[in-house]
């Protein structure tokens, strides 16, 4: 079993930047394909991006190719989101989720893991 545990949202003006970080437990982080999901009120779970489990592949929603990279240390137990030239509709609550084996998937139905997700606002 996996606990996930995200940190590093908060408030920031529209163009500045944020970077999510997503703890792991347990020892086997390594063999967990990462993903960064977000929603706002009233509104499904987005897919934003999603590294392998081995970290080669990683896949990202459109709406954020250009400004988001995932990345992750297993070292650290941990896998990141650096988010620049930040828009307010990017404001949700992000979420990660981790899939043993997982190989970049972008559907929320493919995850087994979820963190309790972290509030990312950003003021026009």
């Known amino acids: 079993q996996v606990q996930l545990v995200e940190s590093g949202g908060g408030l920031v003006q529209a163009g500045g930047s944020l970077r999510l970080s997503c703890a792991a437990s347990?020892?086997?982080?390594?063999?967990?394909?990462m993903g960064w999901f977000r929603q706002t009120p009233g509104k499904e779970r987005e897919f934003v991006a999603a590294?392998?489990?081995?970290?080669?592949?990683?896949t990202y929603a459109d709406s954020v190719k250009g400004r988001f990279t995932i990345s992750r240390d297993n070292a650290k137990n941990t896998v990141y989101l650096q988010m620049n030239s930040l828009k307010p509709e990017d404001t949700a609550v992000y979420y990660c989720?981790?899939?043993?084996w997982g190989t970049g998937e972008t559907s929320d139905a493919h995850y087994n893991y979820w963190g309790q997700g972290t509030q990312v606002t950003v003021s026009s």
């Open positions: 989720a981790a899939r043993q």
């Open positions: 347990g020892r086997t982080f390594s063999t967990y394909g």
């Open positions: 590294i392998s489990f081995g970290g080669k592949r990683t």
